[in-house]
């Protein structure tokens, strides 16, 4: 059954574009987030939102089966923002799952760091927008969820230059952590979180990578490996946007594959 799953979700909504059909929609990848990122933008500044924006965020095929094969950033989001458009917390517990989910029981963001910040954007303003119709308990989920996120990226930086950079694993951009965790950065001899092992030593940082695959999320590392950063300095492939990730729609295809196979 997953390997059907996946035929529908690559070959139809993956390769082709498929038109509006009363609200139907696939959009996905770089045109969905820069759709969401537009919508964020408008609450913002408080801009109205016509409901036909709505309805197409909740008919999107491609998010309804990615919620299900392919957890992600973009699936957070996008629940984010229909329930704070709909002013209510009908997904509040696909979010809390989502959350639970891409972050290995709220140690890290499974997706690297640049995604956690991508997501808590959407997610910092679903909570602001909504906490009010929340119970007691689950902001408390909520809360600890975030906090242990955060943790694993501040008790896993390394330092460049005299500023902290996240833990080099997953789509990471080659940028330092948020102003907000500077100061929460200490330097560790030794930690495990979850996929990740920190070793430092002086001037050199050792991390082991454990891969875990989540679904088809091609964002998230399913390998093991070593990195070593020494004097801030590491060699890993930094992310640059996913139209840099492959050389060609074959290489994307074998990542699927062996994702299925893990």
């Known amino acids: ?49 016509p409901k036909q924006e709505v309805k197409l965020l909740e008919n999107n095929i491609w998010f309804k089966l990615a919620d299900s094969i392919a ?15 709909n002013n209510s917390i009908d997904n509040q517990d696909k979010i809390l799952n989502l959350l639970y989910t891409l972050s290995y029981g709220g140690q890290i963001w499974s997706e690297g760091y640049s995604y956690w910040e991508y997501t808590l954007i959407c997610l910092e303003l679903w909570i602001m927008r909504l906490a009010d119709d929340m119970e007691t308990s689950d902001i408390l989920i909520l809360t600890n969820l975030i906090q242990g996120i955060e943790e694993g990226f501040t008790k896993t930086a390394y330092i460049r230059d005299s ?79 996913y139209d840099k990730k492959y050389n060609n729609k074959g290489e994307e295809i074998k990542d699927i594959l062996r994702r299925i196979e893990k």
């Open 1 to 49: 059954m997953r390997y059907v799953c996946f035929l529908i979700f690559f070959l139809f909504f993956g390769c082709y574009n498929t038109p509006n059909i009363k609200n139907l929609n696939a959009k996905h990848g770089t045109e969905l987030a820069q759709k969401q990122d537009e919508i964020i933008y408008k609450l913002i500044i408080n801009d109205p939102i």
């Open 71 to 85: 957890p992600s950033n973009l699936v957070v989001r996008q629940y984010c923002l229909i329930d704070i458009l």
């Open 163 to 241: 500023l902290w950079y996240p833990a080099p694993f997953g789509d990471v951009r080659n940028e330092p952590l948020n102003i907000r965790f500077q100061n929460k950065c200490i330097n560790t001899k030794f930690v495990t979180r979850s996929i990740i092992t920190m070793k430092t030593d002086s001037n050199q940082v050792m991390y082991t990578i454990k891969g875990r695959a989540i679904g088809l999320n091609t964002h998230v590392p399913i390998d093991t490996f070593y990195i070593e950063v020494i004097n801030g300095i590491t060699n890993y492939p930094f992310y640059e946007g």
